[in-house]
C-alpha cells in the first residue's frame, strides 16, 4: 500500500467531525470549530452571544499572553451566527499540536469568569448594531441579565464532542489534525443534560437605528438538506447576487432605492432562510417594501435563459473562484474569506450542517440541471411566500 | 514507477526557475503593466488602476472620482456587468484617495474578457443628468451605510490632512450638482498614460498577457500629470460621528522603514485589544494608519500607553508580515497590492515593507509605537 493511500485510508476511518484542508505552501495552519446551536429563544440567544465573546478570554492553562504566544500575536477569534459558534485559531506552522490544544483547553476547561461575562454583558448593552446586521438577524431585544451559570450551562451543551466539527487548513502531514485531535479528546465524553430552558419572554422597547432602513422579504425556511437546494441557491443567485440580478435592476437601477441590495441564505438551525435585502432611506418602509416585491415578481415573470445563464456563471464565480457575492451567509460580516481560513471553515461548517463535504462542482451540477422554468417558479414562490419586515 | 516519477519532480522544480514570477513593463506613455505568474490559480484577476494624480480633489470637486467610478464602472451600454457575470466573471470598483481600482475577476482563460471589461471602462459613456442624479443619490445610500471604523477613519484623514484629506465618499452637494461635463473634464484629466496601469494575476503566460494589455494601454496619450502631496499632516483632537475611538499614526510613504515600524506597532497593540480594526492603505505619499474600536472606552488610547515596544516587537513584526503576505495569497490580492503601489511609483512594490520589517530595530519599533502618543498622533473621539 503506497503512502498516500495509506493516509487516505486513515482519513476514511477517521470520524467526520475533523475536515484536513492541505495547503504544503501556506504561511500558518488554521483552525476552524464550530459549534452547532440549537433553536434558541431570545434570551438563549444573548447567552449564546455573552458564551461566544467570553469562551475564548481565559482557560485553566492559558490566559491571553499564552495564548498570542501560540498564535504568534494572532487573537484568537470567536464569533456567532443563529446556528453556530465559530472559534478560530491561526497558528505558526510547526504549531499543530499547541492550537489544537490550545481548542481543545478552550472546548472543555474555558473559565468563563465572572468579570467575562458581566464585560461582555456591559459591551453587548453598549453595542449598537447596523440596519443591515439587524435586519438580517431579527432577534427581540432581551433586557434579562445573563447569568454565569446560564453561559456556562450552554457552554457544557454546546462544546462536546458530538457537537463539535475541526477544520484544521495549512502545512502539516495528512492525518496530523485529525490523529492529533482525536487523541487529545480521546476522553472527553458528552455530558447528560436536561432540555435547555427558556424562560418566558418579556416585551422590549425596539431601538431607533437611525434614518437608514432595511427592507426585507423572508421566505420560509430551507432544509439544510434540502432535495432541490441546488436549485434554491441558483434562484437566489439569480434573484441578487451580483449587478445582473434582479435586486440590483429592479432595487438600484429601476426603483433607485439603494446602493446595497442582495439576497440572502442565512442559516438558522432549521436550515437557510432565503430573503432579499435592501438599504434604503424611505419614512414608509412597508410601501416601500411592498413596491419592490411587486417589481420583484414582475421582474421574474420576464426572465428568459438569459438570465438563468447569468445565474450560472454567477454562481461558477460564486463556488469555483470565491467571488464574495455568495448569498450563503456563513459569518456575521457575509460570505467566508477566499483564503485558506475561510475555505477550512466552510469545509468544516457544511460537513456541520448537512453531514456531507462541501462540493462545489455537486452544488453546480445541481444548478445546471435546473431548468429556466423551475428556476422561475421557485424564484416567484420565494418572493411571492415572503413575509416583509 | 520511482523512474518516472523523479525527472518530473525534478522538472517541477525547475520550472519556477526558468520563468520569471512576474514581468513589469513600462511604455513609452508613461503606462505600465504588471503580470504575475501564479501556476494552478483556480481564477484570474485582471485590475485597471488609476492614479489620482492630476485630479486631486477640492472641497468644489469632491467626490466628483467617486461618481466617475459609478458611470463608467457599468460600461459603454450598462449591460457590461451582465456581460461579464454571464461569462462567469465579476467586476468591482473602489475609489481611494491615490488611486481608482477596477477588478474583474475571470475564469482563467478569460483574459481577453477581462481585457475588453477595462478597456470599455476606460471609456467615458454618454450619461443623461437624470442617470446621475441617480447615481448621486446611490451614493448618498452608499454613505449612509458606512460602518463605524470608516467614519472614524475619514474624521481621522480630514484632521490630519485638511482639504488634502477629504472622504472619498464625496460631498453630498457637491454630487448632486454634478454634470456631466464635470465628469467628463475629470474623466480627461485622469486617463493619461503616466496614471494608468494594468496588473494581472493568475495562471497566464507573462509575455502573452502582457502583450494584450499593452494593446489597451498604448493608444492612450502620455498627456502631464503633475504630482502633488498631501503634506506632513497635523496631529491633533478630532470629533467623529463614528461610533467608537481610534488613533491615527501620521506615517511617510509605504517604503519608510517608520511606515513598517508603525503598522507593526499598530498591530501588535490592536492584537491586545478585543475587537479592534486597523486600517491602512499602502501610500507613495504622506498616509494615516489607525488603530480603533467601535467601542468608546477609553481602552485604545489605554492600550497604546501601558505598550511595551521590547514585549511587542517580536510580535508586531510577525502580524505585520503576515499582513503583508497575505497579499500574496490569491490572484485577486496579488493584482490589487502590486497594482496599487505601480500605479503611485514604478518604484514601490509589497516585498520592500517585507524588507524593512525584517531590518527594523527595536529602536524603529519605538519610534513606529511613539507616532500613537498624544501630541503626535490624531486622536478620533467617536459617538458613543
Known sequence: MSLLALAAATLATAPASVVEIHAPSANEITIQAVAK?????????????????????????????????ITNGQPVRTSLMPDHIRVSILVPPGNLRAGLGLLDAIGRRSLLSEESVQAAEGTLRARRRDPWSAALWAASEDLRPVTRAEVADLYRRTFTPGNLTVGVGGRFAVGDGTREWLARTADWVSPKLSPWYEPPARPSPVRSEGPLVVLKLAAPVIPARDPAFSSRFLAAIALGSGKGASMFRVAREQLGLSYRQESVLWPVPQGFLPMVVAATTTDKPAAAAEELRTALLEDVKEWTEVHRARALGMAESILLRSV???????????PPSDDLTGRTFTAAYWQAKTGEP???????????????????????????????? | MSLTLIPAIVLGLQAPILQPPRLRTVLPNGAAVIVERMPNAKSLSVQLFISARGTQETLQTNGLRHLLEHIVARGKDRTLDTRLETAGGFLQARTYRDAMAFEVTVPTTGLKTGLEALSEVMRMPRVSREEITKEA???????????????????????AFGDKGLDTQGNPDTLAAATFEDLAKTHRQQMVGKNLVVAIAGDVGLDDATRQAVEILGAIPKGTAADTYRGKGKPGVVESPGRGEARAALVGPYRDPVTAAALAAGLAVASELEDAF???????????????????????????????????????RALARRWVERQFENPSSVASARGLLLVQ????????????????????????????????????EGAR
Not at chain 2, 486597523?278 to 498616509?287: A, E
Not at chain 2, 481602552?299 to 501601558?306: E, L
Not at chain 2, 518604484?347 to 500613537?372: C, H, I, V, W
Open chain 1, 37 to 69: 446551536l440549537p433553536v434558541l429563544g431570545p434570551h438563549a440567544q444573548k447567552v449564546a452571544q455573552v458564551l461566544a465573546m467570553t469562551v475564548a478570554k481565559q482557560t485553566e492553562e492559558y490566559i491571553r499572553r499564552d495564548m498570542l504566544v
Open chain 1, 324 to 334: 464574495d457575492t455568495s448569498p450563503l451567509y456563513l459569518t456575521p460580516a457575509g
Open chain 1, 358 to 389: 462541501f462540493d462545489p462542482e455537486r452544488l453546480l451540477a445541481g444548478m445546471r440541471a435546473t431548468t429556466l422554468k423551475d428556476l422561475k417558479e421557485i424564484a416567484f414562490e420565494m418572493l411571492a411566500a415572503s413575509k416583509s419586515q
Open chain 2, 137 to 159: 443619490r446611490i451614493i448618498d445610500h452608499e454613505r449612509a451605510i458606512r460602518p463605524d471604523s470608516a467614519l472614524l477613519a475619514a474624521s481621522a484623514w480630514e484632521q
Open chain 2, 278 to 316: 486597523v486600517t491602512y492603505t499602502p501610500s507613495n505619499d504622506s498616509s494615516l494608519i489607525v488603530v480603533g474600536r467601535t467601542e468608546r472606552n477609553g481602552t485604545v488610547g489605554a492600550a497604546f500607553s501601558a505598550a511595551k515596544a521590547e514585549a511587542l516587537f517580536s510580535r508586531g
Open chain 2, 345 to 380: 511609483s514604478v518604484a514601490l512594490r509589497p516585498e520592500t515593507l517585507l524588507e524593512n520589517l525584517d531590518s527594523m530595530t527595536l529602536g524603529q519599533f519605538r519610534k513606529g509605537l511613539a507616532a500613537y502618543a498624544d501630541g503626535e498622533a490624531v486622536v478620533v
